[in-house]
């Protein structure tokens, strides 16, 4: 169990990350891929104070050393839902669980729009986690939509516990089995009716029973149901307080500006205030 | 009374009278081991009242394919035997507990 989990390993996460630290609390960062971060992708910064010309990889990797230094934790994966059972949020990562008594969301932004066809199959063919649901789909067909760096490595895993894989993804996967056959299409619709039946990918039609969707994070909202949000983005207080209790939300997923230094500044107050909240809560 | 773990053999006989309540999960699924407390606390509070059985998808894959279980946790509700309601993903306790108790 630790004193406050934050989803997102980015400049918000961690800058609430240490701030958590630094007052004597114990803290979990969850972080996807690297090269699922923007800031991560950012050739040149010009506008964080102290830092004049660093690429966006050089900043992550002193943001990450610090956090590390002091006693950060981390662990790579993907939150798939946090739910809130006395007094302590239970998160569910992959095919791990964590516990935590406060929470900050740090996920940047995500955009929550579905695909035609997706909410109504949830459960019922759709998935969000390879880990979870692949064992049932052995020997059948199915597709995964790869938004995430990660998605190519995951194809690959339900292809090694035999899966019948078609990779779909907007961009050439990297790293994907060759005996994988890969379409490439940004516009895809869910087809069947009670059930999966196949997936439309451009122009070409795929038949399959399962269709494993990859996003770099769940919307906030699926995460935790009963956030409040307005727009595409969480919506906080001053004290970067969401609307749940023992909730926080810091950076790009609060809403514009898009930067940096913003981002580390809401982190800090996200991860002061989640570290008051449990000395009042005690 | 502690949740039951229900087998393939058992299935139809423990679950013949009544309200019964069905967890389908396997190891390698964080959200099920998320959902677990939820069950075993429900199995002690519906004592008497409903049967909370577990089913691990990865012993029972007949189980899991007779009941189309296509993502876990599920959570499938059923009643003298017939199964009347499910619930796919993790949910809070009330998700559960207003399905229960619409139907002792």
């Known amino acids: ?282 | 009374m502690a949740i039951i773990h229900l087998t393939q053999d058992g299935f139809d006989k423990a679950t013949a009278n009544g309200i019964s309540m069905v967890d389908f999960w396997a190891s390698w699924c964080g959200p099920c081991k998320m959902l677990a407390p939820v069950m075993e606390d429900l199995a002690g509070k519906y004592e008497g009242k409903a049967l909370v059985g577990k089913v691990n998808v990865d012993d029972e894959p007949g189980l899991a394919m007779r009941f189309g279980v296509m993502s876990i946790p599920t959570v499938v509700f059923l009643k003298d035997g017939k199964e009347f309601d499910r619930k796919v993903g993790v949910m809070p306790a009330s998700a559960y507990t207003s399905v229960l108790d619409a139907n002792i």
């Open chain 1, 1 to 282: 169990m630790y004193d406050v989990a934050v989803i997102g390993g980015g400049p918000a996460g961690l800058s609430a990350a240490i701030q958590v630290r630094a007052r004597g609390k114990s803290v979990l960062v969850v972080s996807g891929d690297d090269r699922d971060n923007p800031l991560y992708k950012t050739e040149r910064i010009d506008n964080y104070l102290g830092f004049y010309d660093i690429t966006g990889a050089a900043m992550m990797e002193q943001f990450r050393a610090h956090a590390l230094r002091m006693g950060v934790e981390r662990k790579e994966g993907r939150v798939l839902n946090i739910m809130p059972m006395n007094d302590t949020f239970y998160l569910s990562i992959g095919s791990d669980m964590e516990q935590a008594r406060a929470v900050v969301l740090a996920t940047g932004v995500v955009r929550s729009a579905k695909y035609p066809g997706e909410g109504e199959h949830l459960g019922a063919g759709v998935s969000y986690c390879a880990t979870c649901d692949g064992m049932l789909y052995r020997g059948k067909e199915v597709a995964v939509v790869g938004l995430a760096a990660d998605a190519p490595a995951e194809a690959n895993w339900l292809k090694e516990i035999g899966c019948k894989v078609t990779y779909v993804g907007p961009k050439e996967p990297n790293g994907l089995r060759p005996d994988i056959p890969a379409v490439k299409a940004g516009k895809v619709e869910v087809l069947g009716g009670q059930k999966v039946e196949g997936l439309r990918a451009g122009s070409a039609t795929i038949p399959c029973e399962g269709v494993f969707i990859l996003r770099p994070s769940m919307a906030p909202a699926e995460l935790l149901p009963g956030l409040e949000l307005e727009g595409n983005y969480i919506k906080v207080d001053r004290n970067m307080a969401t609307n749940l209790p023992g909730v926080f939300a810091a950076g790009d997923c609060t809403g514009l500006p898009l930067q940096v230094s913003k981002a580390v500044g809401e982190g800090q107050v996200a991860g002061h205030r989640a570290a008051e909240y449990l000395d009042h809560s005690k």
